[in-house]
């Protein structure tokens, strides 16, 4: 229907007298095309003949609906910390580890602060010395409980071994 709508569109325009404004007439393009800002948009048809449509996000301008920042800075213990204690998503995070060995850091489904409990959320984050791990995601990692993580010194989902104070720094995002 489409195809017919831009052919009888073609045809009304070579119709019209020539002191008229009329279409532009050309190649139809089927590939997907790409434009710039302030750049005109063509009409085009997709492989099926239909008429391509195009939609732009445009980002927000305001500073207010975005996602809430927990800032990571682990204490000497291995005591885990409610990030969120209600159902929530994260979509980032930036962890750091400062120290000379392995840190690990797990996220707990959990309203409370749970420190060697399982079920882990995802298992560990392995965090070698001096590198960073960093996340992010569109759809974020849904807490249906809440979101509470524990960061320790050694692997295994019940681990209770203390960090060093500072061990782990950087931050995640949240929802």
Same mark, same amino acid.
């Given at each position: #229907?489409n195809?017919?709508?831009?052919s009888a569109a073609?045809l009304l325009? @070579?119709?019209? /007298?020539s002191?008229?404004? @009329?279409?532009?007439?050309?190649? *139809?393009?089927?590939?997907? /095309?790409?434009?710039?800002?302030?750049?005109?948009?063509?009409?085009?048809?997709? &492989?099926s003949?239909?008429?391509?449509? #195009?939609?732009?996000?445009?980002?927000?301008q305001?500073?207010?609906?975005?996602l809430s *920042?927990?800032?990571? #800075?682990?204490?000497?213990?291995?005591?885990?910390?409610a990030i969120? &204690?209600?159902p929530?998503?994260?979509?980032?995070?930036?962890l750091?580890?400062?120290a000379?060995a392995?840190?690990?850091v797990?996220?707990?489904?959990?309203?409370?602060a749970t420190t060697?409990?399982? /079920?882990?959320?995802?298992?560990?984050i392995?965090?070698? @010395?001096?590198?960073c791990?960093?996340?992010?995601?569109?759809?974020?990692?849904?807490? @249906?409980?809440?979101?509470? #993580?524990?960061?320790?010194?050694a692997?295994?989902?019940?681990d209770?071994?203390? /960090?060093?104070?500072g061990?782990?720094?950087?931050?995640?995002?949240?929802?």
């Open positions: #229907m195809r017919l709508l831009v073609l325009a @070579s119709a019209a /007298p002191h008229a404004q @009329s279409l532009v007439t050309g190649k *139809v393009q089927t590939g997907t /095309p790409s434009y710039i800002n302030d750049q005109n948009v063509p009409l085009s048809l997709d &492989a003949g239909n008429l391509r449509t #195009m939609s732009v996000a445009v980002p927000s305001v500073a207010t609906g975005g *920042v927990y800032r990571v #800075m682990n204490a000497a213990n291995a005591t885990a910390v969120k &204690a209600s929530g998503r994260v979509y980032s995070f930036n750091c580890n400062n000379n392995a840190r690990y797990r996220f707990y489904n959990a309203t409370t060697g409990t399982t /079920p882990v959320y995802a298992g560990a392995t965090l070698s @010395s001096g590198t791990q960093q996340y992010t995601t569109n759809f974020g990692l849904t807490f @249906s409980a809440g979101i509470s #993580m524990a960061i320790t010194a692997n295994g989902d019940a209770t071994t203390a /960090p060093l104070a061990d782990v720094s950087g931050f995640i995002g949240f929802l």
